[in-house]
């Protein structure tokens, strides 16, 4: 029996690559603003907008076997720029959001066998980083959340966090828009280069996959060894 996989938010970036990787193996469910770039891809579509829509449960299947949760933000400036409200708003789409839309699929998720969710932080959570005090603090609350969450559902489903460092996608275009800038976030990486989307949907992969049957309540660095190594 094919799983059912739910995205939220996959039109684009790392949600989108998750898609093109996993829709020939599992039901793929897509719940976003726009479909654009699905094409021709056998996926099921659900108009949502995690900020203002409650999600129509009625398009999904009684059991989801997978939940991955794309939605986030990059909002990086020094703090002394951030004010209060700039620190609700990425707190409200990092996290808020993953906790409501959560609570209308439990029933859900607990018919599966054993279903897989993935949320998403950042390097920034583990790595003390300037100017990322706001986009930090609301992906440790994920971190959070999602060890909590799944130490109380185990071992009915599993969680897991992936952390990446910067990945080259449509969300990270202010800090990789020219050579010049590419060139300076390659060499900060002990890999010399930045993420692409594949990498971050290869261990999505693996994570929504049987493979990982025993792996739950952990934040696995996919950072070109950002978070772990010195190399200067």
Request: proline content about 5%.
């Amino acid at each position: 029996m094919r799983k059912n996989i739910l995205l939220i938010g996959g039109s684009h970036g790392i949600g989108f690559e998750i898609a093109l990787k996993l829709y020939n193996q599992y039901n793929i469910f897509i719940a976003s603003r726009t479909s654009e770039n699905l094409g021709n891809l056998e996926v099921t579509h659900i108009p949502y907008d995690a900020s203002k829509d409650e999600i129509d449960t009625s398009t999904l299947p009684d059991r989801i076997d997978g939940f991955v949760y794309c939605p986030g933000s990059i909002n990086l400036k020094p703090f002394k720029m951030l004010n209060p409200e700039a620190f609700e708003d990425d707190m409200q789409i990092n996290f808020m959001f993953l906790v409501k839309i959560i609570h209308v699929l439990l029933p859900k998720l607990t018919a599966s066998n054993q279903a897989s969710l993935i949320f998403f932080s950042t390097v920034a959570v583990k790595v003390g980083m300037p100017y990322h005090t706001s986009i930090a603090a609301a992906k440790g609350a994920i971190e959070g959340f999602a060890k909590a969450l799944a130490a109380e559902y185990a071992p009915q489903f599993r969680v897991n966090v992936i952390a990446p460092s910067l990945t080259d996608t449509p969300l990270a275009k202010r800090l990789l828009g020219n050579d010049k800038k590419k060139e300076l976030m390659n060499n900060r990486h002990p890999m010399k280069r930045v993420g692409q989307a594949e990498d971050i949907a290869n261990i999505a992969g693996f994570l929504l996959s049987d493979d990982s049957s025993w792996i739950t309540g952990q934040v696995i660095g996919v950072d070109g060894g950002m978070s772990t190594l010195n190399i200067n």
